[in-house]
């Protein structure tokens, strides 16, 4: 039940936002105004996920927020276990951030036009070529003041045990000098993953590690930024873990 309440939830939030999300990308052209549609648009979405989130029965224990500041964009850096691990990162970040998201995505009309006004971007694991792109688009993002946030397994984990983090998923935080902050979701696949097509009750937790400063690291550990960051994860996941057995 608490599948189709989400899914009817979806469907309705998309089709009567059309005008919202036309009257938003009116409004973001004018220069002045285009920050504030952004924020606008984000705090919508902000709000959505939570409710769906609330549906679902999802409760949420969230540790280290402190550390993810409020003034300087960032790179996220999580493990990726559900689909409710963009909802639960999504519902909680403080200013504009873009998603990098599979190219797939686009061919959900309406989603794919709100992703796209939250500056979330479409990487091609296919053509190498075009996923440069994507990848040099969220460094001018982070330069323009936008966090971003990327899952470094390249796709869903579908077991426990995270899979190598692709190295290249750090180029922007390499080029832009911003901080990354390694993120923990500890029992997200039991929202939905372990037991499609039903969604359950049950209790994740998201914990924000200590930022990692690029500038501070030396050029072979930026090299392996990405398995520093699959380290400091694992530590909080196997920490995390007597959270959710309580």
């Not at 919202?20 to 920050?35: Q, T």
């Not at 679902?56 to 960032?74: C, L, Y």
């Not at 200590?210 to 050029?219: A, E, G, W």
Request: glycine share 6%; with cysteine.
């Amino acid at each position: 039940m608490r599948f189709f309440i989400d899914a009817i939830f979806l469907a309705s939030y998309l089709i009567l936002g059309i005008p919202v999300l036309l009257a938003l990308h009116l409004i973001g052209k004018v220069e002045k105004w285009s920050y504030k549609s952004d924020l606008i648009a984000l705090r919508l979405v902000q709000g959505a996920f939570k409710v769906m989130l609330w549906i679902a029965g999802t409760k949420v224990i969230v540790i280290g927020e402190e550390n993810v500041p409020k003034d300087q964009p960032v790179l996220y850096i999580p493990n990726h276990r559900s689909y409710f691990d963009i909802l639960l990162l999504y519902s909680r970040v403080p200013g504009l951030t873009g998603f990098v998201s599979k190219d797939s995505m686009q061919k959900f009309y309406l989603l794919r036009d709100w992703m796209k006004k939250l500056h979330c971007l479409f990487l091609n694991r296919e053509n190498p070529r075009e996923g440069l792109k994507t990848i040099l688009q969220g460094i001018e993002n982070i330069k323009n003041g936008i966090s971003m946030c990327i899952f470094p397994e390249g796709t869903r984990n579908k077991v426990d045990e995270m899979m190598p983090f692709k190295e290249g998923s750090l180029k922007m935080a390499e080029k832009t000098g911003c901080l990354v902050i390694p993120v923990a979701l500890s029992n997200t696949a039991e929202i939905f993953e372990n037991h499609i097509p039903w969604l359950r009750p049950c209790k994740v937790v998201i914990e924000y590690g200590t930022p990692i400063d690029p500038k501070t690291l030396s050029r072979q550990e930026v090299k392996h930024l990405g398995a520093m960051c699959r380290d400091k994860i694992q530590e909080m996941l196997e920490k995390n873990k007597s959270l959710i057995e309580k």
